[in-house]
């Protein structure tokens, strides 16, 4: 693992901050680092982008670097919602390459392209979770 995708890491990582049944405020130290002319951008492509199963409400804090997120917690428990945040994220590191392509000038094709990026993440740890269980 290279240099760059460990400080990307460390500052990904995800601190419970506060907690309530249903309702997560997580804090992501690397949010903060988010340019101010990016930030809207940012946010439109969180507010757009599929979630994962159980979340049902991400508003991100690029001031305070936290997220806030909503979750069925009859269909998810919390380890679930904070193991597919920790995916989401890893996705991100994993793909940067080419998330840094897509372009601010066009929304749905940026949409598009990350939703394509989670769901390739999905797809690998649904193939590395059939081979531990098969192990």
Known sequence: ??????????GLKIKILHRLPGRLRLGIPALRKVPPGKREFAQGL???????AGITFVEPSFITGSILLRYDSGAVTEQEVL???QGVLSA???YRDELWSISQDNGSAAIERLNG???????KNDRQEQVDLRS
Not at 117 to 123: G, H, S
């Open 1 to 10: 693992m290279d240099l760059q995708t460990l400080l990307l890491k460390w």
């Open 117 to 123: 990026i989670l769901n390739k993440a999905n797809r």
């Open 46 to 52: 969180i507010g757009k982008m599929v979630l994962p």
């Open 92 to 94: 991100l590191i994993e």
């Open 83 to 85: 193991a597919n945040i």
